[in-house]
């Protein structure tokens, strides 16, 4: 290897001054909202909104990384293991949208763009091992996130959360962690869906026949939005929080952390 090409493989690896930012707003805003410091609900939403962000970066990442080893040796100079936002093919898909729908509505919104040469990768299981990567990392935040509530590690008697005229026995941190946590789990189902377009249909496609991957093809651009259609039908969408609830039951952890948490983090209702 020479000198050059060592120096390019660094530049291509070096986390960006972005990520850093997002990463020391994300630490801040924790201690922050754990020991009490300032607004207890801008804080949460500060913590949210860049744990968030954090979470969009690491998981477009994943699906960048496990193309390198899959043989899409063009990834570092695109810029997407930097770890930057903006280096994305549709920033405003993976990382702004994403943010809004959060703030607006309370859901993850799974982003996805990073450009992957595919016919530069050999073997079905790696396709679909490139797709799953981002939902996976999503699924692992979610324990790092929920884990410590269910286990009772962040209880605090003298920090309680006072929303509607009551004081709830839950420390404003755990509420934090329980609504993004929630959030980790509902982009990670959402993700996963079989539908064109999202990182599901990504990991089956390499399996279909190629009749039935040019059938679908033309589908593709509105998948996402046929899914968001769906989720707006009050059924649709009571359902698709049931399974994210029950999930949230699996790390010993009650819907109501992440209800209480969305409610701090609207800070601006008052």
């Known amino acids: 290897m020479t000198f050059a090409t060592a120096q390019r493989r660094s530049r291509e690896n070096r986390i960006s001054p972005v990520f850093w930012v997002l990463l020391a707003t994300l630490v801040t ?28 970066c690491l998981h477009e990442y994943a699906h960048a990384r496990t193309a390198l080893h899959g043989g899409d040796i063009t990834v570092g100079a695109k810029g997407y293991l930097t770890l930057n936002p903006f280096a994305y093919a549709h920033a405003v898909l993976s990382f702004v949208l994403p943010v809004v729908f959060v703030i607006l509505g309370g859901i993850g919104l799974p982003g996805g763009a990073v450009f992957i040469e595919r016919h530069r990768i050999q ?20 324990a790092v996130c929920l884990v410590p509530i269910g286990a ?6 003298s920090l309680h959360v006072s929303w509607n005229g009551y004081e709830w026995p839950i420390s404003p941190l755990s509420a934090a962690l329980g609504f993004l946590g929630m959030l980790q789990l509902s982009a990670a189902v959402l993700n996963l869906l079989p539908v064109p377009g999202l990182d599901g249909y990504g990991v089956v496609e390499p399996w279909l026949s190629p009749k039935a991957r040019r059938s679908v093809e033309p589908f593709a651009p509105y998948g996402m939005l046929a899914v968001f259609a769906l989720l707006w039908q009050p059924q649709v969408n009571a359902w698709f929080f049931d399974v994210v609830d029950a999930l949230m039951g ?12 969305h409610e701090l983090f609207r800070f601006w209702q008052g």
């Open 250 to 261: 699996v790390f010993g952890v009650d819907p109501g952390y992440a209800a209480i948490g």
């Open 123 to 142: 073997g079905r299981l790696k396709h679909s091992l490139i797709s799953a990567a981002g939902p996976l990392v999503n699924v692992a935040l979610a």
């Open 29 to 56: 805003s924790g201690w922050a909202v754990a020991t009490g410091f300032g607004s207890a609900r801008f804080g949460v939403f500060l913590f949210v909104v860049a744990g968030w962000m954090v979470s969009l």
């Open 152 to 157: 009772g590690w962040l209880d605090d008697p």
